[in-house]
């Protein structure tokens, strides 16, 4: 399902898109805004961001823990969250979005709660990313499934 992440024959791109990596830090950054939305990055949230790196995109460990601490690094700096959906925006096609937003959903979901941080982040993320409710709320079931499907 989640085809950009599995190309990594980086000449295929054009030259106006990003490498598949710096598609990565881009997803990487995303799912840690997701995770800390609420005031804090659990561990079940942190797990399923690496398993998420380690199952889609087949990164070793040592990979995965440099691109998050890369994502971490950005999210400290970044005082808002227009600067990174706009580069998405930019350089991801539809469908790469709404798969980002599967992912997105998973992050939210992995604890077992929505709180009104995670939901305002949500809604903004529509607007920002220019997909529609009913998209969104496509992409939270499926992201429902994924995680059953991986919690079995």
Same mark, same amino acid.
């Given at each position: !399902?989640?085809?950009?992440?599995?190309?990594?024959?980086? @000449?295929? /791109?054009?030259? $106006?898109?990003?490498?598949?990596? %710096?598609?990565?830090?881009?997803?990487?950054?995303?799912?840690?805004?997701?995770?800390?939305?609420? @005031?804090?990055?659990?561990? $079940?949230? !942190?797990?399923?961001?690496?398993?998420?790196?380690?199952?889609? !995109?087949? /990164?070793?460990?040592?990979?995965?823990?440099? /691109?998050?601490?890369?994502? *971490?690094?950005?999210?400290?700096?970044?005082?808002?969250?227009?600067?990174?959906?706009?580069?998405?925006?930019?350089?991801?096609?539809?469908?790469?979005? *709404?798969? /980002?937003?599967? *992912?997105?959903?998973?992050?939210?979901?992995? %604890? @077992?709660?929505?709180? %009104?941080?995670?939901? $305002?982040?949500?809604?903004?993320?529509?607007?920002?990313?220019?997909?529609? @409710?009913?998209? $969104?709320?496509?992409?939270?079931?499926?992201?429902?499934?994924?995680?059953? *499907?991986?919690?079995?």
């Amino acid at each position: !399902m989640l085809n950009f992440f599995k190309n990594t024959d980086k @000449g295929n /791109l054009e030259i $106006s898109k990003l490498s598949v990596d %710096d598609k990565n830090v881009l997803i990487a950054s995303v799912l840690i805004e997701c995770a800390k939305e609420d @005031g804090s990055i659990e561990e $079940s949230e !942190m797990n399923h961001i690496k398993s998420l790196f380690k199952r889609k !995109m087949n /990164l070793t460990d040592s990979a995965i823990a440099e /691109l998050i601490s890369n994502a *971490l690094n950005e999210s400290n700096e970044r005082i808002e969250l227009y600067s990174l959906t706009k580069k998405i925006r930019d350089t991801f096609s539809h469908e790469e979005i *709404l798969q /980002l937003f599967v *992912l997105m959903w998973e992050i939210i979901l992995i %604890d @077992g709660k929505i709180d %009104d941080f995670e939901s $305002s982040l949500i809604r903004k993320a529509i607007g920002l990313f220019h997909i529609t @409710g009913k998209e $969104s709320s496509e992409a939270k079931l499926i992201a429902t499934e994924n995680i059953k *499907l991986h919690k079995s």
